[in-house]
């Protein structure tokens, strides 16, 4: 096999990888609001216990992002990351060349870019999380305050969704040219 057809074979080994770990970023936001909604009702510690181990899914990925963007990344971090996040084994080293080769191309740049705006949003999400916590383990608990807090739990998790779409989509089509020039080549050769 060529080189140009290994390396695009290489590309969509890691799209495939991304795309899954998207999913798995997604899953664990998702399950996390759900945890805090019923922390918000119940006041029940474990629910915000839940709400924490999957925010540490979406942890693992930002931390690997972040080393990755880094001029010389510790790549055992990076693979830590991504292990607390979730991603199957084989697929790490995968994620790590897809995205240290093609870190400033179109598609990978513009899903890096969505990924990083995703965990803004997080952020406020754990903010949000956090203050909600404070609320209801400080003993007296203000119901307006915490379905303020509530509301403003759904309402981040609503502006979540079209990040995890654009992601995805932005992937997913880059798999699509990928494969094309795959079979172009496979043609050729």
């Known amino acids: 096999m060529s080189g140009e057809l290994v390396i695009l074979r290489d ?13 798995l970023w997604t899953k664990a936001q998702k399950t996390a609001v759900g945890h805090l909604e019923q922390y918000a009702a119940t006041r029940n510690e474990d629910a915000y216990q839940r709400y924490l181990t999957e925010m540490a899914v979406i942890a ?17 971090a990076v693979r830590a990351g991504f292990r607390n996040a979730r991603n199957h084994p ?9 995205f240290r080769r093609f870190r400033n191309v179109g598609f990978m740049a513009t899903a890096i870019t969505i990924w990083t705006q995703a965990d803004a949003q997080i952020a406020e999400l754990d903010s949000t999380a ?5 609320a209801i383990a400080g003993g007296k608990v203000n119901l307006a305050e915490v379905q303020t807090l509530a509301s403003r739990v759904r309402a981040i998790d609503r502006q979540l969704t079209p990040w995890e779409e654009a992601f995805s989509a932005t992937l997913e089509e ?7 020039l795959l079979a ?3 043609i050729a050769v």
């Open 60 to 76: 693992g990925m930002r931390n690997a992002r972040i080393e990755l963007d880094k001029p010389g990344p510790d790549l055992d």
């Open 184 to 186: 172009y080549g496979n």
């Open 11 to 23: 590309v969509m080994s890691g799209m495939r990888a991304f795309v899954s770990a998207e999913s």
């Open 130 to 134: 956090q203050a909600l916590h404070a």
């Open 174 to 180: 880059a798999s699509r040219q990928t494969t094309t």
């Open 90 to 98: 084989a697929d790490i080293e995968s994620m790590i060349d897809l």
